[in-house]
């Protein structure tokens, strides 16, 4: 229970992703990005995203905020230019935790 799977952009979302402390979808972006700890490698948020799209990760790598775009699609939430999809945020952040992922520059991580 918990989940809610809609087609509109924005409504991927389980109770999980939002009661998280990386879910910043209220924020923009540099209010977002003011909150990910500068001393912890692959600390990160949830944003809205400033383009098209679902929302974006924001996270930070070697001391710089790298940004992943999020896109809703039929088959589920995916990073652009990845082939894993997941059924809702909560699952797809779990992935991108797993230390093995290769499709970010490195592994998210809780803070």
């Known amino acids: 229970r918990g989940v809610t799977v809609a087609r ?8 999980r992703a939002a009661m998280s402390n990386w879910y910043c979808m209220n924020l923009n972006a540099e209010q977002a990005t003011n ?3 500068t001393d912890r490698e692959g600390a990160f948020v949830v944003r809205r995203s400033s383009e098209a799209g679902f929302a974006t990760i924001s996270y930070l790598h070697k001391g710089t905020i790298k940004h992943a775009a999020i896109e809703d699609t039929g088959q589920g939430l995916h990073v652009v230019d990845s082939e894993v999809y997941q059924p809702n945020l909560s699952a797809l952040i779990a ?6 992922q290769t499709d970010l520059e490195c592994s998210l991580v809780s803070w």
Do not use: C, V
């Not at 509109?8 to 109770?15: C, F, I, M, T």
């Not at 992935?95 to 093995?100: G, Q």
């Open 35 to 37: 909150r990910i700890p």
């Open 95 to 100: 992935y991108y935790k797993i230390p093995t």
């Open 8 to 15: 509109s952009s924005g409504e991927r979302l389980d109770q």
